[in-house]
Nanobody
Framework: QMRLVEYGGGLVQAGDSLTLSCVVSGRAFSSYGFGWFRQYPGKDREFVGSIDWRGRLTDYTDSVKGRFTISRDSGKNTVTLQMNNLKPEDTGEYFC???????????????WGQGTQVTVSS
């Protein structure tokens, strides 16, 4: 089993930066890839980005490329989403999720955190 807990959400202004952390418990951290998703009220979860189990491969949805960066720290069992130059359209509930192999589809991830709210005011 794996437990994921997200931290770091909040209310910021457009142009600000925010760092989300996903702390993972369980012995399988180093074997899993992780994805970040966001969800708007009444909408499906949307892929934001992912990082593979080695931390060598990352991928991002087009709208966040150049602004968001995903990293992982095996010593702390933590996956981080660094968000810069935030825009109002980045507002949403952000979730981290784990899967052995990476996918853009939320349905294919095995483990999920409870989410953290990010609100960007204009």
């Amino acid at each position: 089993q794996m437990r994921l807990v997200e931290y770091g959400g909040g209310l910021v202004q457009a142009g600000d930066s925010l760092t989300l952390s996903c702390v993972v418990s369980g012995r399988a951290f180093s074997s899993y890839g992780f994805g970040w998703f966001r969800q708007y009220p009444g909408k499906d979860r949307e892929f934001v980005g992912s990082i593979d189990w080695r931390g060598r491969l990352t991928d991002y949805t087009d709208s966040v490329k150049g602004r968001f960066t995903i990293s992982r720290d095996s010593g702390k069992n933590t996956v981080t989403l660094q968000m810069n130059n935030l825009k109002p359209e980045d507002t949403g509930e952000y979730f981290c999720a784990a899967r052995l192999t990476l996918s853009y589809s939320a349905d294919e991830y095995e483990y999920w955190g409870q989410g953290t709210q990010v609100t960007v005011s204009s």
